[in-house]
Every structure is written in structure tokens, then in C-alpha cells.
């Protein structure tokens, strides 16, 4: 293939072509990436290998990070850019869903296509480090992240997190897991100290790393937080000990943007890369650089250890093959004026967003009034700025304006443009059907005299979250779970108003629903955060053309305080709900959620069949293995998602139930199908303290499959 140097994309921004953005297969092993980065990095003198570990500086490179490249040997001074939703400060590429909806599939397909949809856009910028996936855990509901990563599930989280890694890494990009660890909460995320036991540590937080390692994955970015008064970059534990130690991560670790805190104990605490390299962002100083260089020189951070910082970089870009045709870096993040103009979405790309944006839509409630047949309604309202094209363009998207897409801060990416969820159910409905709005969500008489005139009334509502260095209303974390913009008042006079009131939201995590109990409210439709493509995704299951299937990949309660685990303003985070986390939460302590994780409605029926159970030792590591049949015995084709929950014996200590497998089934009417679970020795293991050791327990288990974590349909009981 062609490298797009200067003169081509110049080219490229006359003609308007599409990049080049095929992957290679140069994937190696890590042994034969270890072998090459060995040859290269013996050749460098500790100042070349200081360059390596050493950022740029902020915000005057291409990339929101720049290591220096290196002559004599040559290396390439390699760009990173955020994010996990796509390529962050970039023209011409897509803006997919948010990490929490990819979750809400439970289709491994769709997550890895997702990310090799991300993996090859940013590519094609240039890009050799893509700064996602985000697993951070959904801990508390009101998280300001949690809608970047996958939920309130450790195994979800690491399922996810493992196909991101994958999808991203087969376009030769290596694919950075954050924020290691124990980053949960917005608030205080730089001055606080997460407070959590060894087995909390490992089954639930280090969990979803421990799978992404097994996939290949080639960096780990540490976190702002304290655990045990010392800085995560800096932290010996976490990173030489349970990082490189006992998981075996043989690729390299960065700090966040400014969580370096030192030079020696950085480097020998297990810090490979600082990012983005300058002590204060524009100072032009680093606790790494000429610092480093120092330290290797007067002893206090040894030669061997630079060397292993700037082989583990090195051998996570050969590792994924960037050392043969890669396109040049053309991103300009902060010079976008000047950004040339390489196109890397395609119709394919966007067509995608439509698809993964209808599979993550959950269909919470619905009497029926769904599926719409546009005969059946001559006028339809829309109410409530959430369904209103957004108008105002701010930085990281920290606006409170228009339909809500995704959260704000460095995860997020640009829009090219975005289908308001107006235009989406305008087009589709056609032009028979009068389509009626109002986007003033405080002048509920408007709302309720515009709806009390239409044969169905949508009323659209929102919250929104994002990261700490921005703050829209007083928030980043949540500061609580009602709807925004008087969105709670909006529905109830709707629904006063219209017998046939449909309320969607675009939430980044659950939301409190005073009204849902309205007898005129037929359906809550929760799209959660669908990218560009969104009013087309909900018009396309509005409408029937797709069957819902998301599932809801956190819980939704009744009452705040129903939850175990909240926002902490205190230096010390504990973790004191322990391995209770979410839904495992409500299980322990018999709380009734409104919505249960893993839930989610069909326009068909699903009925569960023939659970079997087989400990016969299968292939590799299986302890066991279910079968279970599953029908689909409604009129209407579309996909179901089996959930298997383990329930270990009872001296395991364990939450009443854990998730350990789900698979997405797609069945025409009628159709039957046998959905296999296989569970490994490390579904089966708990984390024991004595020990210090991953054991399976001895005793009775029990499987059960069910369409939602609190709907089982079918359970059966195995001994190990
Ligand atoms: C590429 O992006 C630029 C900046 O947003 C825009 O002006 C231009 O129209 C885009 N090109 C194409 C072909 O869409
Ligand atoms: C080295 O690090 C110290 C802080 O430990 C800082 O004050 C100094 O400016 C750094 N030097 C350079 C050249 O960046
Ligand atoms: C919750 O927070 C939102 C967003 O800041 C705010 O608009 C709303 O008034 C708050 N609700 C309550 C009940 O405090
Ligand atoms: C944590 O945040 C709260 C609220 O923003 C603030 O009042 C408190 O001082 C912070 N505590 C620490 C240890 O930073």
C-alpha cells in the first residue's frame, strides 16, 4: 500500500478519497515482538531510551501525546490519542456509540466490530496508540465515567474490554486499558485514596484487566488515585506486583495526563511512559526526560530497568505490527485548522453506528403500543429538548443542549453531524403522518396542549455526565439521579396530557422514574448514548424495523439509596459493599431493583428449555458446561440474550449470583436453538487471601440461565 506522504495527502484533501486504512497482518507473538524491540532498543544510548518513556509535552504535537522518536536506531515518535468512543480531535471520522451502550448489546460480534470500526479510523490518522478501552467500573450510579466503559459487571467489563483490545489491535493500533485502577468516581479523583480488600481487588477491579492481558493487550494506563497513600503510578503493588507479576502483562504502562509524581520512584514503581510528558501541562519540565536520564546515571534507577521500560514500548508497537506500511500521523489536535483533510469514515462505518445504536436500545417497559405502524397514528408529537438537534458547539462536549449523544470530557469525539431523534422518527414516519414539537422543557402547558392534540406523544428527557476538568450544572459525578431540564415534570404532563405518552431517555447511567407507574405511559424506550446515528437507531426500533434487544448493563433502582455503593467526598474511598457491586448488591440484601441488570423487552416471546449441566472436563481449561434451549414463540423474528449466573458453594463467600456467560441468539419466529456456556477454571475461581492464590472451591454449584439477572428461567446444580 501507498504511505500517504506529504504530496498524496495533499491529494487526498482535493480529490476527497478515502484513506488507506487496510490492516496488516503483521501481528506477532509477544516472544517475536520481544525479540525485535530487544535488537532496536540494544542499539539505543539511555538518552534514546529516556526518549521512549518521555512525553512531548502538551499540546504541541499532533496527538494529545507524542513520545520522541529516535535515530541511529530509527524509531517513530509514536502518537496517542483518546479515546474509547473513537479518534478524539479528528475531522472526517465517525462518532460511534459510548462504551455503556456496546455493553447494553451483549454481542461480542457487535464490540469487536465496534472497535475495529475504531481501530481502523484511527489508523488511518495515524494513530499507533488508542487510548481505550475504559473499564472502569460502574460502582456508584452516579459515576461521571461509567458511561465511557462497560457497566457494573466485572466479567461484562472484561468480556468488553477484551473484544475492544482485539478489534483494535488487528488494525495494528495497541489498544491502552484504563484507568488501572480502582478510578470509579470523578470526584476527588486526584487527592483520594481507594480503600479496598485484596479479594475486592482482584475479582472485581483487576478482573476485566486479567482478560484484556489474555487477549494480547500492549499498554495499561495508571490512574490519578492513591491506593495505600501512594500514587497508582508510582505504586509498586499494584503495578510490579498484581500488574506485571501476577497477571504477566508483558507490555508497558503510561500515566494518565499528569499522574507522574516523580522521577526514580515512578520509574522503579513500575512506570514505563509519562504522558504527556511535561510536570505541569506547558512547562516544558518532566519528572522523566533529562530527569530520568539523571537517575539512570547517578544509580537511582537502574540501566536495566530503562531498558526493560523502553523495550516493553517498543515491543507493544512491534507486537501489533506498525513497523511495515503505516500511514503517516495527519491528525493536527491542536492546530485543527490545519488538520489535512484524510477521510476515514465510510457509509459502512456509519451504517454500522446505525446498527450497534438500534442492538444497544433497551425497551424498558411497553404495553403494546410498540412497535408503531405509522398507518395507525396521523399525528405525532415530540416534546422536550432531548429530542432537538443539538445547536451548540462546546469544548469536550460539556454542553447542556439538544439530544443528548454522549458524556463530555477527553473521551469524547467530534460530530460530524448528528440525526436528531426529530428528523429520525420524521423521516421514517413519512409524509402522511404530521410530526409536531416543542424542544421548551419548562413550559410543560405548551408541552401538555401540543400532546393532548396527537394520537401519541413522545416525551424526550436526559442526564448527562463527564470527567472531573469540566463541569456542566454543578456536575461531573452526578450530583443526583433525577432527570435534567425539569425532565420529571415534562413527562408527567405529558402523560396527564396523552393516553398514548412514549418516554425515551438518553441517561449516562439509571435515573430515578417517580411517573413510571402512569397509566398513559405505554412505553419507556432507553437508548442510553447512541452517537450520530441516533434518531435513525430509535426510528428503526420505533418503528419495528429492528427488534429490541439491549440489555440493561447496570441496575436501575427504585431509590437512591437502594444502591450499595455511592460518591465519596472523603480522602479514603472505601470500598465497603466489597465484592457487592451492583446488582450482586440487591441480591445480597433482597432489594427489589425497578429495572435489573440485564434487562430489557422484545417485541417476540422467549421461552427456556432442557438446562443441562456437564462437568466432563471439555477442551482447555472447562470445569463445566450448560446447554439450554431457547424459542423464540412470538410472531416476530429478533435476537434474545442468554444470561448464565453462577452461584458458588456456600464457603465460597461469594455474592448470591455472578454473572459468567451470556450469549446473543437471533431466531425467526418459531425457531428453536441450543445455546452453549462453557465455564473455565477461572469463571469458577474465587480469590483466596490466606493463599494469596486464585482456587476453585469444592461443593455444590448452581447455574442459573435466564433472560435478566432477576428473570431465571432455568437452573440446575453441579459439584466440583
Ligand atoms: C472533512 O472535515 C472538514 C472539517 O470538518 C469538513 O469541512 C469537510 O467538508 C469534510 N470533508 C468531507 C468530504 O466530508
Ligand atoms: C526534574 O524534576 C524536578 C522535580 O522532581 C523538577 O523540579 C525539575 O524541573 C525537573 N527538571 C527538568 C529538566 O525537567
Ligand atoms: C439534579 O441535578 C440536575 C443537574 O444539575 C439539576 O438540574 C436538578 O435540579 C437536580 N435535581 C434535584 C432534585 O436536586
Ligand atoms: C473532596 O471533594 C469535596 C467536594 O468537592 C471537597 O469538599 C473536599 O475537600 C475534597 N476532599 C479532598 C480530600 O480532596
Known amino acids: 500500500m501507498i504511505l500517504p506522504s506529504l504530496t498524496s495527502i495533499t491529494l487526498l484533501a482535493l480529490t476527497g478519497i478515502l484513506a488507506q486504512a487496510k490492516p496488516t497482518s503483521n501481528l506477532r507473538t509477544w516472544d517475536e515482538a520481544y525479540a525485535k524491540a530487544e535488537q532496536v532498543v540494544s542499539k539505543m544510548s539511555i538518552e534514546q531510551k529516556v526518549g521512549l518513556t518521555t512525553g512531548m509535552g502538551w499540546g504541541i504535537t499532533n496527538c494529545v501525546g507524542n513520545t520522541y522518536a529516535s535515530e541511529d536506531p530509527d524509531f517513530p515518535s509514536l502518537c496517542l490519542q483518546d479515546g474509547p468512543l473513537g479518534t478524539r480531535y479528528a475531522s472526517n471520522a465517525t462518532a460511534g456509540v459510548s462504551g455503556i451502550n456496546a455493553a447494553a448489546t451483549f454481542d461480542r460480534n457487535l464490540m469487536y466490530k465496534r472497535a475495529e470500526v475504531i481501530g481502523k479510523e484511527s489508523r488511518g490518522k495515524g494513530v499507533h496508540i488508542q487510548l481505550g478501552p475504559s473499564v472502569d467500573m460502574l460502582r456508584a450510579p452516579n459515576g461521571g465515567r461509567g458511561w465511557e466503559g462497560f457497566g457494573e459487571d466485572p466479567y461484562l467489563q472484561g468480556v468488553a474490554g477484551a473484544e475492544f483490545v482485539k478489534g483494535v489491535q488487528d488494525q495494528n493500533l495497541v489498544a491502552t486499558a484504563k484507568h488501572y485502577v480502582l478510578n470509579n468516581q470523578e470526584t476527588n479523583r486526584t487527592t483520594s485514596n481507594s480503600d479496598v480488600d485484596d479479594r475486592t481487588l482482584r475479582e472485581i477491579y483487576v478482573w476485566p484487566y486479567a482478560r484484556m492481558v489474555e487477549a494480547g493487550i500492549g499498554s495499561v494506563m495508571c490512574s490519578y488515585n492513591y491506593y495505600e497513600d501512594v500514587h497508582i503510578c508510582e505504586n509498586d503493588y499494584m503495578l510490579n506486583t498484581v500488574l506485571k507479576k501476577e497477571l504477566s502483562f508483558r507490555g508497558f504502562v503510561m500515566s494518565d495526563w499528569g499522574a507522574t509524581h516523580s522521577t526514580a520512584p515512578s520509574a522503579n514503581g513500575g512506570l514505563d511512559m509519562t504522558m504527556p510528558g511535561d510536570i505541569n501541562y506547558g512547562d516544558g519540565l518532566s519528572y522523566f526526560g533529562p530527569n530520568l536520564t539523571k537517575a539512570v546515571e547517578n544509580g537511582e534507577v537502574t540501566e536495566e530497568r530503562l531498558t526493560d521500560m523502553a523495550t516493553r514500548i517498543a515491543a507493544a508497537h512491534f507486537k501489533v505490527g506498525q513497523d511495515k506500511d503505516y500511514p503517516e500521523t495527519t491528525l493536527r489536535s491542536f492546530d485543527r485548522q490545519n488538520e489535512p483533510e484524510v477521510i476515514v469514515t465510510s457509509d459502512d462505518h456509519i451504517n454500522f453506528v446505525r446498527e450497534i445504536g438500534a442492538a444497544s436500545l433497551i425497551l424498558l417497559t411497553n404495553d403494546g403500543i410498540l412497535p408503531l405502524s405509522s398507518k395507525d397514528f396521523g399525528k405525532i408529537a415530540i416534546v422536550g429538548s432531548d429530542a432537538a438537534p443539538p445547536s451548540v458547539e462546546c469544548t469536550d462536549l460539556a454542553c447542556n443542549d439538544g439530544t443528548y449523544v454522549q458524556g463530555w470530557g477527553s473521551g469524547t469525539v467530534d460530530f460530524p453531524y448528528i440525526i436528531s431523534p426529530t428528523e429520525g422518527i420524521t423521516n421514517r414516519a413519512g409524509d402522511s403522518v404530521k410530526v409536531v414539537h416543542t424542544y421548551d422543557d419548562w413550559d410543560t402547558e405548551a408541552a401538555a396542549e401540543l400532546a393532548s392534540d396527537a394520537d401519541i406523544a413522545f416525551v424526550f428527557a436526559k442526564t448527562e455526565a463527564g470527567e472531573e476538568y469540566l463541569m456542566v450544572d454543578g456536575n461531573n459525578d452526578r450530583k443526583n439521579l433525577t432527570l435534567w431540564n425539569n425532565g420529571d415534570n415534562l413527562i408527567q404532563a405529558v402523560a396527564d396530557a396523552n393516553e398514548n405518552t412514549v418516554v425515551v431517555i438518553h441517561s449516562v447511567g439509571p435515573v430515578l422514574m417517580p411517573w413510571i407507574a402512569h397509566k398513559n405511559i405505554k412505553a419507556v424506550v432507553w437508548p442510553g448514548l447512541p452517537g450520530q446515528e441516533t434518531g435513525n437507531s430509535l426510528a ?180 466440583l
Do not use: M
Open 540 to 719: 428503526d426500533v420505533l418503528f419495528g424495523d429492528v427488534n429490541p434487544s439491549g440489555r440493561l448493563p447496570y441496575t436501575i433502582a427504585k431509590k437512591e439509596e437502594d444502591y450499595g455503593a455511592h460518591i465519596s467526598a472523603e480522602y479514603n474511598i472505601e470500598y465497603g459493599e466489597k465484592l457487592n457491586v451492583g446488582y450482586r448488591h440487591f441480591d445480597a440484601n433482597d432489594i427489589e431493583p425497578l429495572f435489573a441488570f440485564g434487562y430489557g423487552l422484545s417485541y417476540s416471546t422467549f421461552d427456556y428449555g432442557k438446562l443441562k449441566v456437564n462437568t466432563k472436563r471439555g477442551k482447555r481449561d472447562t470445569l463445566a458446561t450448560a446447554t439450554v434451549f431457547v424459542r423464540n414463540t412470538g410472531d416476530v423474528d429478533g435476537a434474545e440474550v442468554a444470561q448464565a449466573y453462577i452461584s458458588f458453594p456456600e464457603s465460597a463467600g461469594e455474592p448470591p449470583k455472578v454473572l459468567r456467560g451470556f450469549e446473543r441468539v437471533y431466531l425467526k419466529a418459531g425457531q428453536q436453538r441450543k445455546v452453549n456456556f462453557e465455564f473455565t477454571e477461572t469463571d469458577l475461581s474465587i480469590y483466596d487471601e490466606e493463599s494469596s492464590c486464585w482456587v476453585v472451591p469444592e461443593g455444590e454449584y448452581t447455574v442459573s440461565i435466564g433472560a435478566s439477572s432477576r428473570d431465571i428461567r432455568e437452573s440446575a446444580t453441579f459439584e
